[in-house]
C-alpha cells in the first residue's frame, strides 16, 4: 500500500505540476478536475483505514475520525458557506466580491473550490489564513491561481511560522507518520500538493486589528497568539457576531489547550493564549465556526466555554509557577496538578500532565538540577546493556517488570522491559513484557478521554512490538 501511495503523489505532484503551464482557463479546469479525482482517492484511502480503528458511535468526535468527514456544502446565517471535509474551508458571499477564511488540505481543495464556487459563484477578493499548518492553507494555491489579485492577509508570524515549518518538514513528516501511518512515505516537493510559498499580502501584527468593508460586510482580523502558536488570526463579523477560529480552540472545543505537541513544534505561551481568550471573550459571540468540525452557537454557552477553557490554562500555568517556587520537582508536578472538577475539560488533544512539563521547561529550559548526567550526552539508556549484564540478564529484569504489571505500573515496567531489550533485543519474553505495558498504557489512555497522540503514539508502538514477535515466531 505504502508503493500506492507513492505512487499517488508523483500524480498529484504532476498533475498540479502542469497546472501552472498551462496557460488558459480550460487547461486549468482540467487540472482542478485531475486533482480533484487523485485527492478523493487518497481521502477514501485514508477513510479506510482509519474507520476500523475508530468506534463507530463516536468515530468524528475524535481528530482521527476528521477523515471520515464527507465533502459538502452547508450554508449559515445566510451569506456563509462551508465546505467540510478534514479541514473546513468557509466562504462569505458579498455583493462586492466573495472572502474565504482557511482553505482545507491540498487533496481535499479543489473539491472543495468546486462546489463553493457552484454554491456561490463570484470573485474570490480575499483569502484569510487562520494560520501555517498544511490542512489551512493547502488550498490557498488552487484559489490564487484563478484570482491572482485576492488579498491573501494572515499574521505577521505567518511567514516565519511557514519558513519554519519548511526548513524542518522531514523531521516532522517522519514524526507525524507514527502518528497518522496513512500518510505518504515522503512530502510532496512540486505542484499544489507542496507545502509553503504563500507569501500574504497583508500581515497582521498582534496588538492590532485589520479592518475592512466588503460589499456593506465589516469585517476584523484579529492576532490571537496561544495555543495553536504565534501566527494564529482569527476573524470576526461584528454585525453578525460571528467568528472564524480557525484552531484557536482546538478541534475538541472547549477543550485543554494543547500547548505541547507529541510531533514535536515549538511550545505555545499559556499566557499569550489566556490573553487571546479574554480578547475572544469580550466580543460575545453568537456563532464560532471552527476550521474542524462544526460550528457551535449560542453566546451563552460560548462565553462559558471559553471562560473555562482560560481559567483552565491559567490554573495549570499559575499551580506548575507555584510548584517551582516551592521547589518540588518536575516529575512531582507532572503527578500531583490535576485540574478542579468545574475545569475539568477535555484532554483528547491537549494533556495536562504534557503542557505542565512544557511549561515548566519554557521557563527554567531542559536542565532540571538534579543530575550533573543531564548536561552531557552520554545518558543512562546508554548504559543498558551493561546493567542488563550486572543485573543477571534479561530474566530477573523480566520478572521485575511483570511484578509492576501486575501491580497496575506499567510506565515503571517499561523501565524494566527497555534495559532487559537493551541486552537482548530479540528475547521473546520481554517483547511479550513490553506489548502487555503498552496495552496497559492504552487502555488507561482511552479510560482518560483518549488523548489522540497518545493513543497513536501507544498504537504505532504495540503495532511494532507485535511485528516484532511474529518475526520471532
Known amino acids: ?20 503551464m498551462a496557460g488558459t482557463d480550460l487547461g486549468r479546469v482540467l487540472e482542478e478536475r485531475q486533482a480533484e479525482a487523485l485527492g478523493s482517492l487518497a481521502s477514501r484511502y485514508v477513510a479506510e483505514q482509519v474507520r476500523p480503528q475508530l468506534d463507530a458511535s463516536a468515530a468524528v468526535k475524535t481528530v482521527a475520525g476528521l477523515n471520515l468527514i464527507e465533502v459538502e456544502v452547508d450554508r449559515f446565517q445566510g451569506n456563509i458557506l462551508r465546505a467540510t471535509g478534514v479541514a473546513n474551508t468557509y466562504l462569505v458571499q458579498t455583493p462586492a466580491g466573495n472572502l474565504l477564511f482557511d482553505t482545507g488540505l491540498s ?7 468546486r462546489l463553493l464556487q457552484k454554491a456561490a459563484p463570484g470573485p474570490v477578493t480575499h483569502i484569510v489564513l487562520s494560520h501555517s499548518h498544511a490542512d489551512h492553507i493547502g488550498g490557498a494555491k488552487f484559489w490564487r491561481a484563478e484570482f491572482p489579485n485576492a ?4 499574521h505577521a508570524k505567518f511567514r516565519a511560522g511557514q519558513q519554519y515549518l519548511k526548513a524542518l518538514q522531514p523531521h516532522f513528516w517522519s514524526r507525524n507518520r507514527l502518528l497518522y501511518p496513512f500518510m505518504p512515505e515522503e512530502p510532496p516537493e512540486s505542484g499544489f ?3 509553503g510559498g504563500l507569501t500574504p499580502d497583508v500581515e497582521v501584527a498582534d496588538g492590532t486589528v485589520h479592518r475592512f468593508i466588503l460589499g456593506g460586510v465589516a469585517f476584523e482580523a484579529l492576532p490571537a497568539p496561544g495555543a495553536e502558536g504565534e501566527d494564529n488570526l482569527v476573524l470576526w463579523l461584528p454585525q453578525q457576531r460571528a467568528l472564524f477560529s480557525g484552531d484557536f480552540f482546538g478541534p475538541l472545543f472547549p477543550m485543554l489547550p494543547n500547548l505541547f505537541t507529541l510531533r514535536g513544534e515549538k511550545f505555545r505561551d499559556p499566557v499569550a493564549y489566556v490573553a487571546s481568550l479574554d480578547r475572544l471573550i469580550a466580543l460575545r459571540p453568537q456563532m464560532v465556526l471552527p476550521s474542524h468540525f462544526d460550528p457551535v452557537v449560542g453566546e451563552e454557552r460560548l462565553v462559558a466555554d471559553m471562560q473555562a477553557m482560560r481559567d483552565a490554562t491559567a490554573y495549570v500555568h499559575d499551580q506548575t509557577v507555584a510548584g517551582m517556587n516551592a521547589g518540588k520537582s518536575l516529575w512531582a508536578l507532572m503527578r500531583e496538578i490535576e485540574l478542579p472538577p468545574e475545569l475539568a475539560l477535555s484532554q483528547g488533544h491537549g494533556k495536562l500532565s504534557w503542557n505542565v512539563r512544557g511549561i515548566w521547561e519554557h521557563y527554567s529550559t531542559w536542565f532540571h538540577f538534579e543530575s550533573t548526567t543531564e548536561l552531557y550526552p552520554t545518558q543512562v539508556r546508554d548504559l543498558y546493556p551493561e546493567l542488563a549484564t550486572l543485573s543477571g540478564g534479561a530474566g530477573p529484569l523480566i520478572a521485575k517488570a511483570w511484578q509492576r504489571l501486575d501491580q497496575g505500573q506499567p510506565e515503571a515496567a517499561l523501565h524494566f522491559i527497555e534495559i532487559a531489550l537493551a541486552g537482548e533485543p530479540q528475547n521473546e519474553a520481554a517483547l511479550q513484557a513490553r506489548l502487555d505495558a503498552l496495552r496497559q498504557l492504552l487502555q488507561r489512555a482511552v479510560a482518560e478521554g483518549g488523548n489522540h497522540s497518545e493513543t497513536g503514539w501507544l498504537k504505532s508502538r504495540i503495532q511494532a512490538t507485535e511485528q516484532a514477535l511474529g518475526a520471532e515466531a
Open 1 to 20: 500500500m505504502r508503493n500506492w501511495w507513492k505512487g499517488l503523489a508523483v500524480l498529484l505532484a504532476g498533475a498540479t505540476g502542469g497546472y501552472f
Open 107 to 113: 487533496t481535499q481543495a479543489a473539491q472543495h473550490k
Open 151 to 154: 488579498q491573501i492577509i494572515a
Open 193 to 195: 500538493a507542496a507545502y
